[in-house]
């Protein structure tokens, strides 16, 4: 419930402070005072309308789940805040958020009700009312596994498209993959055999400097045994030399051994094996990679041999799934239209105290989704609800609702624009009688130019306009019979007009 708005230089009104109770709750005045002005700085505070105030607050009790945005609270109290100069920013216990998500926040909570608002009488709104009708606990049960089913449903029809076509191109694809492991196979690249070639290469183009190198080094070992004499005179021991010249002969012999392996070696046919090597790793970025691209083309030519099989078991999976959401939604129908005549009865009840018509709910087929198969529409006296007066949709809208909360259906905030409008006294009462009803469920804010509803109000508010400056204040007692016999009778109030101002009042404790 909104406990209190406040707001500054909104419009006419340079301040504003109003305290709310979660009852009914009326704003009366003369035309053009500010009553609208004010309805929607309030829907604006829940971002279902621009906000006009340079400041605008509001303080709600609320559970709302306002961690999904980021947001900690740790109590029901939500105080959510506009501040408006070159652009309008909201604020939820001053931290910041945006309009949609404000919107998105509390749309579940509030319901703005408009003359021009058609929305109520959408078929998932109806099939809502008519669900919480339904007596039986394997419903909601039905309910949570057709929606369950359904989505299980879309994957697997999804999943059996793809799958289809990708057999449509089966052919093709297979070829493609046959020939890419073909172009990898002919090949046959090893793990380190590119950098092998590479210092084969490398080695074959100094072969014939190092052969050189080699011969004339080799003239060291003609000295050796001077040197050894040498040691030997000087009384130092050779065996450092000695060592030192066996390890070079190894060098020598390993080094001499490998140029006569390199004599064997077709350098025409390294380098023909390095270009085929590289192509690969130019097209693949390594030879590891290309060997495992071979690996993964190989695997998916295996799924294309086992995509007849994958086919043919999403098919019977999607046949079995197909039936049991048909049996589901052929249960949750005849609850339905069960509950339907129900709902049918006792909005019958509420239009008969309104001087309307009876209503008729009918239920028709409809493809089937994750509600079920059933679409509904309600006709007023034969006639579909678009094509009725404003007057008439009103009090139908109003019917349902009440209709509705004697199951304990929606609750939360109601802000109702004149929904009293162009019906008579008798019918305004009625009107009156059934939203004091529903403000047990409802917190409710209406607007209304009619006496009826302001004498049934649990907190009048009367807003006037002088000299260009518009007001707002709680009336009671005397200011209340004034201001119904206003209504009553115009500017010049008259004395009937008071006194049935004051029976109204007295009738409605």
Request: charged share 30%.
């Amino acid at each position: 419930m909104v406990e209190r708005l406040y707001l500054k230089e909104h419009f006419g009104f340079e301040e504003v402070v109003l305290s709310f109770r979660n009852s009914l709750i009326v704003f009366t005045g003369p035309s053009g005072a500010g009553k609208s002005v004010l309805i929607n700085a309030l829907l604006a505070l829940f971002g279902m309308k621009n906000p006009e105030a340079k400041v605008s607050e509001i303080v709600v009790q609320a559970n709302v789940d306002l961690e999904r945005f980021g947001i900690e609270s740790e109590e029901d109290i939500v105080i959510i805040r506009s501040m408006k100069k070159e652009k309008s920013r909201y604020f939820i216990n001053e931290q910041s958020i945006s309009k949609k998500s404000l919107q998105e926040l509390f749309s579940p909570m509030v319901s703005y009700l408009n003359q021009k608002d058609q929305s109520f009488f959408a078929s998932t709104n109806i099939l809502n009312i008519i669900d919480d009708f339904v007596e039986s606990e394997e419903f909601v049960k039905n309910k949570l596994l057709l929606q369950e089913l359904y989505q299980r449903y879309i994957k697997t029809k999804k999943h059996l498209e793809e799958i289809e076509q990708k057999e449509q191109k089966s052919q093709e694809l297979r070829e493609f993959l046959e020939f890419e492991i073909a172009k990898i196979d002919r090949i046959n690249p090893q793990v380190g055999e590119y950098e092998e070639l590479m210092q084969v290469k490398k080695e074959l183009s100094k072969k014939e400097k190092i052969a050189q190198a080699l011969q004339r080094a080799e003239n060291i070992f003609e000295y050796e045994s001077a040197v050894q004499e040498a040691l030997d005179l000087i009384g130092k021991s050779s065996d450092f030399f000695n060592a030192t010249m066996n390890e070079l002969r190894d060098i020598f012999y390993a080094e001499a051994t490998r140029l006569e392996e390199l004599e064997e070696v077709d350098i025409e046919t390294v380098l023909s094996r390095i270009e085929e090597l590289s192509s690969l790793k130019r097209r693949y970025g390594s030879i590891e990679e290309a060997i495992e691209q071979r690996k993964k083309k190989k695997e998916e030519l295996e799924a294309l041999e086992n995509i007849s099989f994958e086919k043919e078991h999403l098919q019977k999976e999607l046949d079995s799934l197909q039936q049991q959401l048909q049996d589901i939604a052929a249960s949750i129908t005849k609850a339905r239209k069960e509950a339907a005549k129900r709902v049918q009865e006792r909005v019958n009840e509420y239009l008969h105290q309104l001087k309307l018509p009876a209503a008729a709910i009918a239920i028709e087929n409809k493809n089937l989704d994750a509600s079920g198969a059933d679409e509904a529409e309600v006709l007023l006296n034969g006639v579909n609800f678009k094509n009725i007066s404003s007057g008439e949709y009103n009090r139908l809208r109003l019917a349902f609702m009440a209709a509705w909360s004697d199951v304990g259906g929606k609750k939360g905030i109601l802000v109702l624009d004149e929904i009293d409008a162009n019906i008579s006294g008798e019918e305004s009462m009625a009107v009156a009688k059934i939203l004091k009803k529903l403000s047990s469920n409802y917190q409710i804010f209406a607007i209304s130019h009619q006496a009826q509803l302001a004498s049934l109000a649990d907190q009048h508010f009367l807003v006037t306009k002088e000299n260009g400056k518009s007001s707002v204040k709680e009336i009671e007692e005397e200011q209340r019979v004034e201001e119904i016999a206003r209504i009553i009778s115009g500017e010049k109030i008259t004395q009937e007009a008071k006194d049935f101002a004051k029976k109204l009042l007295k009738e409605s404790i």
